[in-house]
């Protein structure tokens, strides 16, 4: 079984583009579920850019399903992660200017700081995610400093032009997702998946969950947000039983 965690961020972008009252991510939410989503996924960043404190207060108090919390190692951001507790917060690197989240968050280079950041998270009660590169040692680094749990980026892969690239990024995944598991760390991934390139990623064996966003609230704009999460459901199901 392989779980998706739909990313409502840009629902939240719609919504703060004219600072008014709607789009309502909360309801964004709901529909996702009813989709099928087995989770939801928001990055609260640091300049409130889209997704706000109430957000995620909201979505804790009406969500049943996972609520997965992207934040990055700020004092702040921890310490309200810690007061309303979502089930799972995922650490991940945050720069001011990126229109994005820029590659994977570099565990090794900043040791100290991640890790006063999964403790904290931890000791609160949370499971605790990486998202990271696709790479050995920030893989083992991660399980060294406590993690529950890492996010692969998809972003070279999904961003990959030519088939010789999509393979060898493909690969760095297979073998990263596998290293991940023998360590005892859940696997998830995400980053630029969509309806075409989700299959391959979804086919990894080791691959528990995949969080996808942009994708699929582009396609609800034009389908609803349950026919688009449940068309992205079933393609990551047949992925997973082809494979």
Known sequence: ?????????????????????????????????LGGADGITIHLREDRRHIQDRDLRLLRQTIPQRLNLELAAVDEIIALACQVRPDEATLVPEKRAELTTEGGLDVIANREVVARAVRRLADAGLQVSLFIDPDLAQVEAARELGAHAIELQTASYSEAKTPE??????EALRVAAAHAQRLGLSVHAGHGLNYQNVYAVAQIP?????????????????????RAVREMKEAMLAARRSG
């Open 1 to 33: 079984m392989i779980r998706l965690g739909v990313n409502i961020d840009h629902v939240a972008t719609l919504r703060q583009a004219r600072r008014a009252a709607e789009p309502e991510p909360v309801v964004a939410a709901a529909l996702a579920i």
């Open 165 to 170: 690239a999509v393979a060898r990024t493909l």
């Open 206 to 226: 080791q691959m528990q969950e995949l969080n996808i966003g942009h994708s699929i609230v582009s396609r609800a704009v034009l389908v609803g947000m349950e």
